[in-house]
């Protein structure tokens, strides 16, 4: 199995940016496709983004497209979220999570999950 770590989390102004990352140990990083989930309070975890495997394909929900951008090294085991012109609806919980496989959407199609890293935009 793989163990996921997130950072990078904080307290920026709206209009800012944020850079998490999803530091990964375990079996073999460039095993798993990985994807980033938040979850605002009294809201369920929803999808944002994803990467496969290689890094070739990625994967963004409209509300996002444009603002932030998924990454990976593989040679570091890393994946990252660049977080740029980050709005007061952004603030949540951002997730890492990891499967085998190609790139799904769904909250249950991830075998592995971070702690989570609090993002709070302020307006």
């Known amino acids: 199995q793989v163990r996921l770590v997130e950072s990078g989390g904080g307290l920026v102004q709206a209009g800012g940016s944020l850079r998490l990352s999803c530091a990964a140990s375990?079996?073999?990083?460039?095993?798993?496709?990985l994807a980033w989930f938040h979850q605002a309070p009294g809201e369920e975890r929803a999808f944002l983004t994803a990467?496969?495997?290689?890094?070739?394909?990625?994967y963004y929900v409209e509300s996002v497209k444009g603002r932030f951008t998924i990454s990976r090294d593989n040679a570091e085991s890393t994946a990252y979220l660049q977080m740029n012109s980050l709005k007061p609806e952004d603030t949540a919980v951002y997730y890492c999570?990891?499967?085998?496989?190609?790139?799904?959407?769904?909250?249950?199609?991830?075998?592995?999950w971070g702690q989570g890293t609090q993002v709070t935009v302020s307006s």
């Open positions: 999570a990891a499967k085998t496989g190609t790139v799904l959407t769904r909250l249950g199609d991830y075998d592995y």
């Open positions: 990467i496969s495997q290689s890094g070739r394909s990625t």
């Open positions: 375990g079996r073999t990083f460039s095993r798993y496709t």
